[in-house]
């Protein structure tokens, strides 16, 4: 399925605090709601951003100078948790498809195919899907489970996700006993990492080549610091602070994990904030995924893609998965 539009003609400006002075939150997109906005990536060389819904299964494209926007559900029927570009393999994306990490062709238009299953989690088919992945600056891709019953409206089963790491001989479990695997992000050998269910920001040390982890410890604790919600996606600037969406917080907050300090709140016309990534030419526009699910009715801000600017910061380029040549 594809969908174009001019999907700026439908932009309002969002009011903001004033004392953010000069920070503009906009509605970016007239795609429509989506059931649960994932996984936001900025492709540097397209100039344009991809994300997910999640649930629904369907991959996005916005070409933010055109106003383009297309979209495409891969085969399968099955939820859509993340998708990575493929370095120097154009079109090819790494995405998780229920339990399955895949490789994925996408013209960007119609043509849309899933040419090989790169690695499996074992568990019983609609008890776990992977949620939040990303590629970190070796190449490797990390994506982490959890339970599906939380999309069903139930309570999920307790801390029965994994985090894993994507290896030539398949997915690598690394961190188990997770609640809801989410936000990733990284600097120098220091990884950060959220699981929603824990309600805080953890970071870990990470050796490079081999991709071991130790050392976890929290960084950033949401309740003691008096912010509502729980962490979902994150990312990270080009002076090592962290962008945080809160689910259920209406907000995106920065945060300098050196010092465990929250620096700035940033509101967001939808309550339930999903993930965060930089784009625009600068890398200093700051694209902001929300959900529809469990949204009160009536709320039309809900599961719309923002965009925010002035904030005076960056981010940096996206990494991409390194996965040998196609075989």
């Not at 120098?188 to 870990?204: C, L, N, P, T």
């Not at 801000?301 to 990494?319: F, K, M, P, S």
Request: hydrophobic share 40%; with cysteine.
């Amino acid at each position: 399925m594809c969908e174009v539009g001019c999907c700026w003609r439908r932009r309002r400006k969002m009011s903001v605090d004033p004392e953010l002075a000069g920070v503009q939150v906009e509605e970016v997109t007239a795609a429509g709601a989506v059931q649960l906005g994932e996984g936001p990536h900025w492709i540097d060389s397209e100039q344009a951003l991809y994300w997910v819904d999640l649930l629904a299964g369907v991959l996005h494209r916005l070409h933010p100078a055109s106003g383009k926007h297309t979209s495409t559900t891969p085969p399968g029927k099955k939820s859509l948790g993340f998708v990575v570009p493929v370095f120097r393999q154009p079109h090819h994306f790494v995405v998780g498809l229920g339990l399955d990490v895949a490789l994925l062709r996408w013209d960007g238009e119609t043509q849309c195919a899933i040419e090989r299953v790169l690695g499996s989690v074992h568990a019983t088919p609609g008890s776990l899907r992977f949620n939040d992945g990303k590629a970190d600056p070796q190449g490797r891709l990390w994506a982490g489970t959890m339970s599906t019953a939380i999309d069903k409206g139930v309570d999920p089963q307790p801390e029965i996700g994994s985090l894993y790491s994507l290896e030539e001989s398949g997915v690598k479990k690394h961190v188990d006993y997770v609640g809801i695997s989410n936000g990733l992000a990284w600097r120098d050998a220091i990884m950060y990492y959220i699981d929603s269910s824990a309600g805080r920001v953890d970071a870990f040390d990470l050796e490079p080549a081999s991709g071991q982890l130790s050392g976890r410890r929290c960084v950033f604790d949401l309740q003691k610091n008096g912010v509502p919600g729980v962490p979902d996606g994150m990312t990270i600037d080009s002076v090592g602070n962290l962008w945080v969406a809160c689910f259920d917080g209406a907000q995106v907050i920065c945060v300098d994990p050196e010092r465990g300090a929250l620096l700035r709140r940033i509101p967001i016309p939808a309550k339930q904030v999903t993930s965060v990534c930089w784009g625009g030419r600068l890398l200093d526009e700051l694209f902001v995924t929300t959900a529809a699910v469990k949204a009160e009715t009536g709320k039309v801000a809900a599961g719309r893609l923002y965009r925010v600017t002035g904030l005076g910061a960056n981010g940096l380029l996206n990494d991409q998965v390194h996965l040998p040549l196609r075989q």
